[in-house]
């Protein structure tokens, strides 16, 4: 709460988001149910509902350019802040002598900052459409899929998803057909993923684990809001670096009131982390 004064006018900023629907298909507008894809349940053609979550925390930090400004309702002092997040059932205490907010249920954090904004297959879609997909481009195709997890269930589940409204058989023939693919440098769909997953080398879950030079400044800035992923996602990294005796800083915030853009608590992104980088090569 120290970065922010009042009277406050709550402004969220949101980049562009990862998120994209099923080529052909309407979004359906509502949060994943654990079925493929949104799309395919029976007879569901809901539009989207147009509601933003509601919640947004005070900051001052600048989004990424080019991204979305929301503001909202002006409050005069703190306490009217805090109520307006407490209207339908308390999940923010303030303490006024710490000037300090905290959250008492996560699970009414979710419910009013952390709504999901990606369909099942958030990352690898079905149809190849997410963004992520077209990382894992091969010299013969332009996207490609990477999720194992994915291709697995699709061929497990097949009876079962074929009887879901807009579903296709071709789904999971064209996991396993993209997963058998290598990149120019001959490495496969595996190598590249882990590759792009920090964890690899970060966690003993994987065997990439003690494999490879880890930088010794980390610098991590997320949009508490963002819906693309889970808060844990952001989390886990910062405290597989803290445990990593190669790092020696890790600098580590989630901003309040941040979608997925950008986010800082105060002043610039560029600014800032133009800052970091000098404090850095002075240590």
């Known amino acids: 709460m120290k970065d922010t004064k009042f009277p406050y006018t709550a402004t969220s900023m949101n980049g562009p988001s990862g998120a994209a629907q099923q080529s052909g298909s309407k979004h359906s507008g509502q949060k994943p149910s654990g079925a493929p894809s949104n799309n395919m349940k029976n007879g569901n053609n809901s539009k989207p509902s147009g509601k933003k979550p509601s919640g947004s925390m005070p900051n001052g930090g600048a989004g990424a350019?080019?991204?979305?400004?929301?503001?909202?309702?002006?409050?005069?002092?703190?306490?009217?802040?805090?109520?307006?997040?407490?209207?339908?059932?308390?999940?923010?205490?303030?303490?006024?002598?710490?000037?300090?907010?905290?959250?008492?249920?996560?699970?009414?954090?979710?419910?009013?900052?952390?709504?999901?904004?990606?369909?099942?297959?958030?990352?690898?879609?079905?149809?190849?459409?997410?963004?992520?997909?077209?990382?894992?481009?091969?010299?013969?195709?332009?996207?490609?899929?990477?999720?194992?997890?994915?291709s697995n269930l699709l061929s497990e589940n097949a009876s079962k998803y074929a009887k879901l409204k807009n579903y296709k058989s071709s789904y999971a023939s064209a996991f396993a057909s993209d997963l058998k693919q290598k990149d120019a440098q001959g490495n496969t769909m595996t190598t590249r993923l882990n590759m792009y997953n920090p964890m690899y080398y970060l966690s003993d879950y994987y065997k990439g684990y003690?494999?490879?030079?880890?930088?010794?400044?980390?610098?991590?800035?997320?949009?508490?809001?963002?819906?693309?992923t889970a808060l844990t996602v952001e989390t886990n990294l910062a405290l597989a670096l803290k445990q990593d005796s190669q790092v020696k800083s890790v600098n580590f915030a989630t901003v309040w009131g941040q979608g997925h853009t950008e986010a800082e608590r105060t002043g610039n992104n560029e600014t800032n982390f133009i800052k970091w980088v000098n404090k850095c090569l002075k240590n």
């Open 65 to 150: 350019p080019g991204g979305s400004q929301s503001s909202g309702k002006t409050y005069k002092t703190v306490q009217s802040y805090i109520k307006s997040l407490n209207k339908n059932g308390t999940w923010v205490k303030y303490n006024a002598k710490t000037n300090t907010a905290k959250i008492t249920s996560l699970k009414a954090f979710v419910t009013h900052c952390k709504e999901a904004s990606k369909d099942v297959g958030a990352f690898d879609g079905l149809t190849r459409q997410q963004t992520e997909n077209n990382l894992f481009a091969t010299t013969t195709r332009k996207n490609g899929h990477f999720d194992s997890t994915m």
């Open 210 to 228: 003690n494999t490879t030079k880890v930088a010794k400044y980390w610098r991590i800035r997320t949009g508490i809001n963002q819906g693309d």
